[in-house]
Nanobody, 125 residues
Framework: QVQLVESGGGLVQAGGSLRLSCAAS????????MAWFRQAPGKEREFVSA????????YTADSVKGRFTISRDHARITVYLQMNSLKPEDTAVYYC??????????????????WGQGTQVTVSS
């Protein structure tokens, strides 16, 4: 069993910052990429950012580019999402995900095999 556990969410004012963490535990599993997605109330889950585990290449949605940064810690098997200049429209549940195998679509939900339970991020205006 593989578990992905997110932390770091909370309530912040517009313009503020938060850092999300996602720690993987359980049985050893191969990791091609790990990513963050988010889902706002009444909306579909959307891609935020992804990182290829071995190369650290990253993919980031245009809506957060320049404000959010994804990174990973090899030894701790942890991925982070540094979120700066937060806006009310960033309010959502943020989910961590892991893909075991190479994918041509690192931004697609279907590419990911494991998911965390999510952490709430609320940005007040």
């Amino acid at each position: 069993q593989v578990q992905l556990v997110e932390s770091g969410g909370g309530l912040v004012q517009a313009g503020g910052s938060l850092r999300l963490s996602c720690a993987a535990s359980g049985r050893t599993f191969s990791r091609y990429a790990m990513a963050w997605f988010r889902q706002a109330p009444g909306k579909e889950r959307e891609f935020v950012s992804a990182i290829v585990w071995t190369t650290a290449n990253t993919y980031t949605a245009d809506s957060v580019k320049g404000r959010f940064t994804i990174s990973r810690d090899h030894a701790r098997i942890t991925v982070y999402l540094q979120m700066n200049s937060l806006k009310p429209e960033d309010t959502a549940v943020y989910y961590c995900a892991a893909a075991q195998q190479w994918t041509a679509q690192p931004v697609a939900i279907i590419s990911y095999d494991y998911w965390g339970q999510g952490t709430q991020v609320t940005v007040s205006s």
